[in-house]
Nanobody, 124 residues
Framework: QVQLVESGGRLVQAGASLRLSCAASGRTFSAMGWFRQAPGKEREFVAALSGSGYSTDYADSVKGRFTISRDNAKKTVYLQMNSLKPEDTAVYYC???????????????????WGQGTQVTVSS
């Protein structure tokens, strides 16, 4: 079992930077991902990191602005968000794939564990 707890979300102005953290307990060496859900919209893929940490994938909307990383010693995955825009406003969720799943995925159904989410609000 893996438990995930996100933190770091808050209200910021457009152009600001923010770092989200996802603290994991239990086994933590599978692929990890970040997703987000804006009000009235479906949850969407943001970024993913392979179990090895060598491969990443980003949604086009955040590519070049967001960076996903992990610290295995701290069992924590991060999402560094720069140049934030009002359209980045959403609840951000951390997710982990199953034990044998080391590759990245953009599909929510490929992730077995989810955090409770953290709210990011970007004002214009």
């Amino acid at each position: 079992q893996v438990q995930l707890v996100e933190s770091g979300g808050r209200l910021v102005q457009a152009g600001a930077s923010l770092r989200l953290s996802c603290a994991a307990s239990g086994r933590t060496f599978s692929a990890m991902g970040w997703f987000r859900q804006a009000p009235g919209k479906e949850r969407e893929f943001v970024a993913a990191l392979s179990g090895s940490g060598y491969s990443t994938d980003y949604a086009d909307s955040v590519k070049g602005r967001f960076t996903i990383s992990r610290d295995n010693a701290k069992k924590t995955v991060y999402l560094q968000m720069n140049s934030l825009k009002p359209e980045d406003t959403a609840v951000y969720y951390c997710a982990a794939r199953g034990a044998a799943s080391m590759s990245t995925s953009r599909m929510m159904g490929r992730y077995d564990y989810w955090g409770q989410g953290t709210q990011v609000t970007v004002s214009s």
